[in-house]
């Protein structure tokens, strides 16, 4: 019996179709799979890159304030108690996003408010109430820059705002009344 002839090259074979040899191996994943990977790997990166600097930014501040109360208490912070109480207050902001994110979660949102921040606060009065404070504050300066702007855009339509509409009305009755 004669031999059998070479078998055909097929696309899906690993070997070049060009017979240079074999060609490169391909990914184990598919294309899409192994931009995901590569993206997540990237973005893990990214998240560590970003951690230390926040973790830098607490450890500064801590400093900061710690030299504030040695300055005003005339005590000493040794470098070891400052790196101590970083580590603890960036651990304790670790909880409590956490938290927040699982307040909005049950609430079956994605965004966290304000009402998720006073829960997480509820357990210290002086802080919820400074929170609710400043959250009221923030609520009225949010209005009166959504009146202004609402002014602004009715004067440049030349539209009258209800205040002015109500005023107008009076002065013509006034005229007619004359």
């Known amino acids: 019996m004669a031999a059998a002839p070479p078998r055909a090259r097929r696309a899906g074979n690993r070997e070049g179709s060009d017979g240079g040899g074999p060609a490169p191996p391909r990914p184990a994943r598919g294309g899409r799979e192994t931009v995901r990977a590569a993206?997540?790997?990237a973005g893990a990166e990214e998240r560590q890159v970003l951690a230390q600097r926040l973790k830098a930014a607490v450890h500064y501040t801590v400093g900061c304030l710690?030299?504030?109360?040695e300055e005003d208490k005339d005590v000493q912070f040794s470098k070891q108690s400052i790196a101590a109480i970083s580590e603890i207050t960036f651990r304790q902001?670790?909880?409590f996003a956490k938290d927040?994110?699982?307040?909005?979660?049950?609430?079956?949102r994605t965004t966290v408010t304000?009402?998720?921040v006073k829960l997480l606060a509820r357990r210290s009065n002086s802080?919820?109430?400074y929170i609710?404070?400043?959250?009221?504050?923030?609520a009225s300066s949010n209005m009166e820059q959504k009146e202004k702007k609402r002014k602004k855009s009715s004067a440049a339509k030349g539209e009258r705002t209800p205040g002015e509409q109500e005023a107008a009305v009076t002065e013509n009755?006034?005229?007619?009344?004359?």
């Open 66 to 69: 710690c030299q504030e109360v």
């Open 127 to 129: 802080l919820l109430k």
């Open 39 to 41: 993206m997540a790997a």
């Open 132 to 138: 609710t404070q400043k959250s009221e504050e923030l």
């Open 100 to 108: 927040l994110e699982m307040f909005a979660r049950h609430a079956k």
């Open 114 to 116: 304000t009402e998720d």
């Open 93 to 95: 902001c670790e909880i």
């Open 173 to 178: 009755e006034d005229s007619n009344m004359a």
